[in-house]
């Protein structure tokens, strides 16, 4: 079974910079896509960033210039790398991933990860 566990989370001033990571179980990791998401407190879920089998990156762009998503094929895992921290990107980072070619789209989660930019 599909597992994805996020660690990296914690308190940053603004400006400041953290990294997370993403270890994935139970799939081909280099044949899947990965991507990161947030949710603030009485807000949606939105996409941060995601990175294909390829290497492909797409970031919303909210996060574009100041955040990095790289993948580490060999130990399974996927970052997310966030400088210049700003206070609205106060959220929990959810790792993500989806089983290939379904339709409707079978998503897999992480339990999510604190990530608390303030002074």
């Known amino acids: 079974q599909v597992h994805l566990v996020e660690s990296g989370g914690g308190l940053v001033q603004p400006g400041g910079s953290l990294k997370l990571s993403c270890a994935a179980s139970g799939i081909i990791f280099g044949l899947n896509t990965m991507g990161w998401y947030r949710q603030a407190p009485g807000e949606q879920r939105e996409l941060v960033a995601t990175i294909t089998n390829g290497g492909s990156t797409n970031y919303a762009d909210s996060v574009k210039g100041r955040f990095t998503i790289s993948r580490d094929n060999p130990r399974n895992t996927v970052s997310l790398q966030m400088n210049s921290l700003k206070a609205e990107d106060t959220a929990v980072y959810y790792c993500?991933?989806?089983?290939?070619?379904?339709?409707?789209?079978?998503?897999?989660w992480g339990k999510g990860t604190l990530v608390t930019v303030s002074s």
């Open positions: 993500y991933t989806y089983r290939r070619g379904s339709y409707p789209r079978v998503e897999y």
